[in-house]
């Protein structure tokens, strides 16, 4: 598994949030883990959006899995990074994209479609959901 590159929010030297994408062969896993808490995400992640968008289009990518099953918490500014990742990553991949949430979530089940603007139908019409358990 090869990463190509990954963005994280720290608080007190200690990582609270990271994301990472990662290659396996043809199959990209971009997976968001910790807490967002912040007023600006923008801030420690705008990097990482950056890279996304000019490493993905270089890659022969035939799967993609966004797993959201360790996001613990989300607030409303951390909607908008991780609109503009996701967004990045449907714009960049081609094929099914498989989402990874918390079966028994309500914030994943309710806010995760929107997040993925799943009402429009190029987005609806390559999303598929695997539903997992919580921790």
Wanted: hydrophobic share 40%.
């Amino acid at each position: 598994m090869k990463i190509l590159t990954y963005g994280e929010i720290m608080d007190g030297g200690a990582s609270v949030f990271h994301s990472v994408a990662k290659l396996d062969g043809s199959t990209l896993l971009v997976s968001f883990e910790g807490v967002i808490r912040i007023d600006n995400p923008y801030r420690f992640l705008s990097g990482y959006l950056d890279e996304l968008g000019k490493l993905l289009p270089t890659h022969a990518i035939a799967q993609t899995v966004i797993d959201f099953a360790e996001l613990r918490f989300c607030n409303s500014n951390g909607f908008y990074i991780i609109m503009d990742l996701v967004e990045c990553v449907y714009a960049n991949v081609e094929g099914t994209i498989t989402v990874r949430r918390v079966r028994d979530d309500d914030w994943q089940q309710e806010t995760l479609p929107i997040l993925l603007n799943l009402e429009e139908e190029a987005i609806s019409t390559r999303t598929h959901f695997e539903e997992v358990r919580g921790l």
